[in-house]
């Protein structure tokens, strides 16, 4: 908050702290991000992408896609995103995941390769049961379709059980990181670009175009984004139906 490197452990774009909260029916750690003041108007592009995660997390989760669950809380001129902790129980234990990056790395060798392309592989060897590789594949799909332009292997995970196959985890950092303020903190505009699936991910695509049309409508309709951002939402529901009536 003073405008130093924060170093976080967590990694990532934002500044975030992690926190345990006493609730009724036990304790809930959670991973708090938070936006710079929305005065300024990088404070209010990141502000709005905050808002943005929790309603595509809403979306995924209204249509069956695993994801993390969220909240939005506003105080002294910022956007804070609250988010359950897969991770870690309500008596304080740790339920074990591995990131994809950490098995393509140990298994696999990619660096970096399109969520639901790795889907099928892990799949087909045994880490992945198939309905879980096509949750995979339409989660990215989705990703693509909200202009999610950060979809590295560190943002997607499997749970850790004794045997495999491993189920996926919820998914999160799942937001329009296009439109993400530049390095020097100016917000410039940039287009929407729909990308058109190969044609055995057809079905993935489509089902995933729902989920985002549905996405979009919230952003459009939601009070706390700027109008800046609603119109943004506005353009990429025009040309998200436009994609899905040639795909």
Wanted: with cysteine.
């Amino acid at each position: 908050m003073r405008g130093d490197v924060f170093g976080s452990s967590a990694g990532g774009e934002q500044p975030k702290f992690t926190v345990t909260l006493r609730r009724a029916d036990g304790c809930a750690p959670v991973v708090v991000k938070f936006s710079e003041r929305v005065t300024a108007p990088a404070g209010r592009r990141w502000a709005d992408l905050l808002v943005c995660e929790h309603l595509a997390s809403e979306s995924m989760l209204d249509h069956g896609l695993p994801a993390a669950q969220s909240e939005l809380i506003e105080a002294e001129g910022r956007v804070f995103l609250q988010s359950l902790r897969f991770d870690r129980t309500p008596v304080l234990g740790r339920a074990g995941y591995v990131s994809l990056a950490a098995l393509d790395a140990a298994y696999y060798g990619r660096g970096n390769v399109e969520w639901w392309r790795f889907a099928r592989e892990l799949s087909r060897d045994g880490w992945l049961s198939v309905a879980d590789a096509t949750t995979l594949s339409r989660i990215a799909w989705f990703g693509a379709l909200i202009a999610n332009t950060d979809m590295h292997l560190g943002n997607a995970a499997l749970r850790l059980v004794d045997a495999r196959p491993l189920p996926l985890a919820p998914a999160y950092d799942m937001l329009p990181m296009a439109y993400r303020p530049a390095t020097s903190g100016e917000v410039v505009t940039r287009d929407y670009v729909v990308e058109a699936p190969p044609p055995e991910y057809r079905d993935d695509w489509h089902a995933a175009a729902i989920v985002a049309d549905n996405f979009w409508h919230r952003v459009a309709d939601e009070a706390r984004l700027s109008p800046d951002f609603r119109a943004i939402a506005q353009i990429a529901l025009f040309e998200l139906a436009r994609a899905v009536a040639r795909a």
